[in-house]
């Protein structure tokens, strides 16, 4: 019973100290830039040494892979959550709910969010299949479905262009196509339009751009979302 208890302990105590470890190169990232994220920086924060850490994280790459993963997996369950919790036969509110899931998430996780869609960490190479693959698909098939309950409004032939699939990376289609098969080449460009709108004025906050330009960037966030709506043929709240 006390080598279980002992056991329980490290374990616990190891789980502490990487999430610790994770914080703590997300707040250099944030102070200074992605190049600030190194083991050595992350044991002086932290007061542990040099071997110690590396005995959680053989290298910065393995810690920058797992940074990422655990990032794409929050955003991808928060804007999820949101959808679930809208209105399933309301495309508009489903839109809406996605999109400040989407915008709140990365006001609170600033420095993950730059990790993620922003700043590259120089030198990191990601792993074969890339660092989050099974996150990044779910943001991915998230923003289809957008365009996809969209989709009977806006679609006819013709719309959106004269898109074909060669149009687009079959790394993409082969994670929308199997999702949304109804979907044709136009949708899937609209899926793109959709996340770029989006996309855009939540980096430029971010990122600080909109400060000096206005004092309600939520305010402009919510008439960029009315607009986007408009033109799809729904209506917002």
């Known amino acids: 019973m006390a080598g279980t208890r002992s056991t329980g ?82 495309p508009a509110a489903g839109i809406q709910a996605w999109a400040h899931a989407f915008r709140d998430w990365a006001l609170a996780n600033a420095e993950g969010f730059r990790l993620i869609y922003g700043d590259p960490v120089p030198g990191y190479r990601a792993p074969e299949g890339g660092a989050a693959p099974d996150a990044a698909q779910r943001v991915c098939v998230g923003i289809a479905g957008l365009a996809a309950t969209a989709w009977p409004k806006v679609g006819s032939p013709g719309a959106d262009g004269d898109f074909v699939w060669a149009d687009f990376d079959p790394g993409l289609l082969d994670k929308v196509r199997p999702a949304f098969p109804e979907l044709p080449p136009a949708g899937v460009a ?32 919510g008439s960029e979302l009315a607009q986007l709506l408009g033109s799809l043929g729904l209506k917002a709240d």
């Open 9 to 90: 302990r490290r374990e616990r105590l190891r789980a502490e100290t990487t999430a610790e470890i994770k914080s703590t190169a997300l707040e250099l990232m944030g102070s200074g830039g992605p190049d600030a994220i190194t083991l050595r920086a992350i044991a002086r924060e932290m007061g542990m040494t040099a071997n110690a850490i590396y005995g959680y994280f053989a290298t910065r790459d393995d810690l920058v892979t797992a940074l990422i993963a655990d990032v794409y997996t929050a955003l991808a369950d928060a804007v999820e959550a949101a959808w679930s919790a809208a209105p399933a036969k309301d």
């Open 190 to 221: 609209l899926a793109l339009r959709i996340w770029g709108r989006l996309h855009g004025l939540v980096s430029l906050e971010v990122y600080g751009h909109l400060r000096a330009q206005t004092a309600s960037p939520d305010k402009l966030f």
